[in-house]
């Protein structure tokens, strides 16, 4: 396995924060985002009036308990589902407005994911994983690119497998190459480390974090692990639907102290360095 | 545990539809096939042997020789007329009736040309009297007559009626001109004969035993007996004949339905072949309709691995759970079964009614339903649900429930169960491959179809293993064509080699039956068209009995319309080997050629003289020896030519030197192809007219009537199986549909992935039509070359034994079979297609 000379020690020993206005240069946005299931007396609010913007370049932490909305959150910013109501921005393009094909071009070329589990297609082998949304664009990776990102990522040995091969954390790495791949806007991560042991988990946090740091790319992660949460440069809390919290660059213990403060009734703030 | 099966019945209603809809129609097959077995068989039996239905036994005089050529009465004892008294005072004997027959020309108003009619006495007895009326009344006296339809008389018509009371045909040639007398005599009746294939041979009337006397029937030809309340059949006729053996006499006694069957025998060459060909079709009905309700039914079951592992989860036991699934099975099982018979009694009416509709020489008079059917439909439909529902219980409960609860894995193919299925799935196959070519060989059917059925489970099993690779080499063809959803509809087809086999076999089932059924019939068509032409090679055979014909006769016969070809054959009388007087005919063979259809080995070659297999037996004569006929004056000597046919041919140039004043005997023509019963009927009638008018004492046979009835017979029943096939293909249908669904559902996570990667619904959509076609394409080629084989098969293990059999390759409907196959695959993808790309990609990973 072979890393790039950078590695970090510790998330919360570097602080480093693209000073960037959200409006101007924001890579996601939304505004006035609600997402209701159900109807009647059954219907759940999942979203209410929801407006938040992630800058570029910069990594981004969506926690809460369940049930905050968070995922629903993050589903809606990266097209994967309709508001009830509200608007959604990817850079200038309002995703609410375009159809379902455009919003699936748009999701191939321009987003990336990164699932919790079941992130890979079983019937592809990990190159053919990695090329799959380009593929589906009709277009081919930069033959450099894919080299640094395989390089990166340690994955040159195991291009040939299929996923039944490979370990969870391997699997993990190779939906972030993919992510990767096409140099997307942003790419969302929905709980990246929930089936990872610590170690593997803390291979893909740093992973992440890394092509934020050197390629500018721009990630929000949604997650509800507070150590998952510190590698983050700014994470925004969720609860009930509504925006509770925002910090920047939090400590672990800062991001179960806003928690707890969550669970408490209250609203978290903290100021950057 | 009730309550959880009932409300799993009520919440997946829709799946359970779809589970009955198999059964439903799968059971509905088999009962139709089965009770139009019966009702065709009853219908046949009722119509040809009407007049031994109502009989409870029959003595007739032993007969040797075939149905239309000269017979021989060799019995020996005392005639019938004696043996009637002492019979009628057998105990259990309540009547008698001596049948006698005479032969007339008849000439109806308003018909053009005369016909040539049989005519059958009316017992006295009112218990023997078999025949039904349409109209009028049965004659009660000399010079009144009741007709069958085919006459075209009407109640009230007078006929004028030409015999020759001193002469009967197929009895010794007389010299000089039997005397011709001429009645007139009144239509008082019309009896129905519908339901008789032979009705339209040729006319029939019937009158009193003491007109056909007058006609020259007086010599009774059987002697039927009702029995008194109380005797059975059976035993009268060891009475009779125990009567009969004491009298010295070699009559033969039947029961009147052992004699029926001989007449069904009779006229479709082999009753064994034809109860054969409906049982073989039956079994096959049996064996598809399990086959498919056991595939549907797995796979809807496989769906409700994760439920049933739940239950266990929450604590009920493996037993518990297993026994709720086959409870739940059984009673689908039966409830759908009952459906099922309810409506393949309904669809076998339907049919019956169509066929009566249309005139078919078969008529499926009204509906019999055999027990046996009923019972058939019920117990394949159950146990046939419940043995399928065993395999999968037992695999949702021998997991442990955690790990049921996870993603479906694969089954590796190199597990044990792999294993058992490759030693299995060979050990039914060779075999079953060997019993087939047995059968082919010594054209056994009942030998070849269950080898048939044992070399198709085998398959079936094999199936699995030999899919993928197939698959996969049709996947890298189409991969080329049709971008990323091609590419990755061909890796899903070999990936899961369980599901994809579901999904073939369903197809596979279909195209195979509809193809062995196709192949079947057009080398069936072949052959027996082929044996027909050899068997009855002369369209019609006019022939006098001694006069000679006039030698323009043949001319102004082939200018009849619907005449093709006409060959006069001159004719003597010579001694034979035995020092008896024969007929022998000298026939031009150069023109006989177009004249006859087939057996052209039939004809004598130069310096030979054809002789019948029996005669030659009789004769003592082999292939190519020596035989000498002569005259007074002079002699020939010729080399005997052993035949199936019954007349003696040899050149005219030999009948000549034997009598140089020969005059033509017989002329043979040829009527245009593809006649129908009414133009050729016509046709007959307009050559009797001529004929007869040229020779008063003229025979005309118009074999063609055979050959269009034997015809007409198999038309029906090809039309019958081929109307059962289309249930066979929408049952298969069901299966595809069922199991695309069910794959679709399994991989909802994949699809839902692949949606938020990027593809599109018009892709995804393309995605699974690819893969339907891909899958459906291979399985209609597999079946259809599987089908080819055993359709190919069992029409040589079939008429194998009634000689040679010609093998016809229907190509284009073959094709049609594997495109309409592989289209239908692709059909039955749409919805779950629909549903596939309904789901938002979120929902569908959540799962």
């Known amino acids: 396995m072979s890393y790039p000379a950078y590695s970090a020690p510790h998330p919360a020993s570097v602080s480093r924060r693209p000073a960037a206005s959200p409006t101007t240069s924001a890579a996601v946005r939304s505004l006035g985002l609600t997402k209701t299931y159900g109807r009647g007396e059954a219907s759940v609010t999942a979203l209410a009036e929801v407006d938040v913007a992630f800058a570029r370049g910069a990594f981004t932490a969506i926690m809460g308990s369940s049930g905050s909305g968070k995922s629903t959150l993050m589903h809606c910013l990266a097209g994967l589902d309709t508001p009830s109501s509200g608007q959604v921005w990817l850079g200038e393009t309002e995703l609410t407005a375009l159809r379902d094909t455009e919003l699936t071009t748009l999701r191939r070329e321009r987003i990336g994911f990164v699932f919790q589990a079941f992130n890979l297609l079983p019937v592809l082998d990990a190159r053919a994983n990695m090329v799959l949304p380009m593929e589906l664009a009709g277009s081919t990776p930069d033959p450099a690119w894919m080299q640094a990102v395989i390089a990166r990522l340690g994955l040159a040995d195991r291009l040939t497998h299929r996923p039944d091969e490979l370990s969870g954390g391997q699997q993990q790495r190779v939906a972030v190459a993919r992510a990767l791949l096409p140099r997307p806007d942003v790419i969302f991560a929905d709980e990246p480390t929930g089936n990872l042991d610590s170690r593997s988990g803390a291979d893909v946090l740093g992973l992440l974090r890394s092509s934020v740091r050197e390629t500018g790319q721009t990630v929000v992660m949604v997650t509800h692990d507070p150590i998952a949460a510190s590698y983050a440069d700014r994470v925004v809390l969720l609860a009930d639907g509504r925006l509770a919290g925002d910090l920047s660059d939090p400590t672990a213990d800062d991001v179960i102290d806003a928690l707890r403060q969550l669970e408490l009734g209250g609203t978290a703030r903290s100021g950057g360095f | ?847």
């Open chain 2, 1 to 847: 545990m009730w309550k959880i099966t009932l409300a799993q019945v009520r919440a997946h209603a829709g799946r359970l539809i779809a589970s009955c809809l198999a059964i439903v129609i799968a059971v509905g097959f088999v009962v139709a096939t089965l009770v139009l077995n019966e009702t065709a068989s009853a219908s046949i039996a009722r119509a040809v042997g009407a007049q031994y239905v109502d009989t409870d036994a029959v003595v007739l005089p032993d007969r040797t020789g075939g149905p239309l050529g000269p017979s021989n009465d060799v019995s020996t004892g005392p005639s019938l007329n004696e043996l009637a008294p002492r019979i009628a005072e057998v105990d259990g004997v309540a009547a008698i009736a001596a049948d006698t027959e005479a032969f007339a020309q008849a000439l109806v108003p308003g018909r053009s040309g005369s016909q040539y009619v049989t005519v059958d006495s009316i017992p006295d007895e009112e218990a023997l009297r078999w025949m039904r009326l349409s109209d009028g009344a049965l004659p009660d006296a000399v010079g009144e007559v009741a007709v069958s339809a085919r006459v075209g008389a009407r109640v009230g018509d007078t006929i004028s009626v030409t015999t020759y009371p001193s002469a009967s045909p197929g009895g010794p040639v007389t010299e000089g001109t039997p005397e011709a007398v001429t009645d007139e005599v009144t239509v008082v009746g019309v009896v129905d004969l519908s339901g008789d294939p032979t009705a339209g041979l040729r006319g029939r009337f019937f009158a009193t035993p003491q007109q056909v006397a007058a006609w020259g029937g007086a010599d009774p030809t059987q002697l039927r007996v009702a029995a008194t309340d109380g005797t059975d059949a059976a035993t009268l006729v060891g009475a009779l004949r125990a009567v009969l053996a004491e009298a010295g006499s070699s009559a033969i006694v039947r029961t009147g339905a052992e004699q029926a069957a001989e007449q069904v025998a009779t006229l479709t060459g082999d009753n064994l072949a034809l109860a054969t060909f409906l049982l073989v079709f039956g079994a096959i009905a049996v064996f598809v309709a399990g086959l498919v309700i056991a595939n549907t039914f797995a796979v809807l079951l496989a769906q409700r691995t994760r439920e049933l592992a739940l239950l266990r989860c929450i604590g009920a036991t493996a037993r518990q759970v297993r026994r709720g699934v086959l409870v739940e099975a059984a009673i689908t099982g039966l409830a759908a079964s009952a459906l099922g018979v309810g409506i393949g009694i309904a669809l076998a009416a339907l049919v019956s009614a169509l066929a009566a509709g249309v005139e078919s020489p078969i008529p499926l008079g009204g509906l019999s339903v055999p027990p046996y059917a009923v019972a058939t439909g019920l117990a394949v439909g159950t146990l046939v649900t419940v043995l399928s529902a065993l395999a999968p219980s037992k695999a949702a409960t021998r997991v442990a429930p955690l790990a049921a609860l996870r993603p479906m894995d694969n089954a590796p193919l190199r597990s044990r169960r792999g294993l058992v299925r490759l030693v299995l799935g060979l050990g039914l196959l060779l075999p079953g491959l060997a019993l087939t070519a047995l059968g082919v060989a010594i054209g056994g059917i009942l030998v070849a179809l269950p080898g048939g059925m044992l070399s198709t489970l085998g398959a079936l099993l094999l199936l699995q293993r030999a899919i993928p690779p197939v698959v996969a080499l049709a996947g890298r063809l189409i991969g080329g064509l049709g971008g990323v959803p091609a590419r990755l509809a061909a890796g899903n087809a070999t990936r899961n080699p369980r599901r994809t086999a579901a999904t073939a076999t369903a197809l596979l089932i279909g195209v195979t039956l509809t193809t062995a059924l196709l192949v079947g019939a057009a080398s069936t068509r072949a052959t027996v068209a082929a044996d027909l032409d050899r068997s009855y090679p002369t369209d019609v055979i006019v022939r006098s009995f001694s006069e000679p014909m006039p030698a323009a006769l043949a001319e102004q016969l082939r200018a009849v319309d619907r005449v093709e070809q006409a060959t006069a054959l001159v004719r003597t009388n010579a001694t034979g080997p035995d020092g008896t007087p024969s007929e022998v005919l000298g026939i031009d063979v150069a023109q006989a050629r177009s004249t006859v259809r087939a057996a052209q080995d039939e004809l004598p070659g130069p310096g030979q003289v054809t002789v019948n297999t029996d005669l030659a037996q009789q004769w003592g004569l082999a292939e190519g020896d020596p035989v000498t006929f002569s005259t007074d004056g002079s002699a020939v000597e010729l080399s005997a030519h052993l035949v199936d046919g019954y007349d003696l041919l040899m050149s005219p140039e030999d009948v000549l030197s034997l009598d140089p004043a020969a005059g033509f005997g017989q002329i043979w023509l040829r009527l245009s192809d593809d006649l129908d019963a009414e133009a050729s009927a016509k046709a007959i009638d307009e050559i009797t007219d001529l004929a007869s008018q040229a020779v008063p004492s003229i025979d005309i046979t118009g074999l063609i009537s055979v050959r269009q009835a034997i015809n007409s017979i198999l038309d029906t029943l090809l039309l019958v199986v081929t109307g059962l096939l289309g249930i066979a293909v929408v049952i298969a249908l069901i299966g595809v549909g069922n199991t695309l669904a069910l794959s679709v559902i399994e991989r909802r996570q994949e699809n839902g992935l692949m949606r938020a990667l990027g593809l599109t619904r018009g892709q995804l959509r393309g995605l699974l039509a690819w893969e339907a076609l891909l899958v459906a394409g291979v399985a209609a080629v597999l079946g259809v070359m599987a089908g080819s084989f055993y359709g190919l098969a069992g029409t040589a293990a079939i008429l194998g034994e009634t000689g040679e059999v010609i093998l016809d390759f229907p190509f284009l409907q073959v094709l049609a079979v594997v495109v309409v196959a592989t289209g239908a695959g692709v059909l039955a993808s749409v919805l779950p297609a629909r549903r596939a790309t309904r789901t938002s990609p979120v929902a569908a990973m959540m799962t």
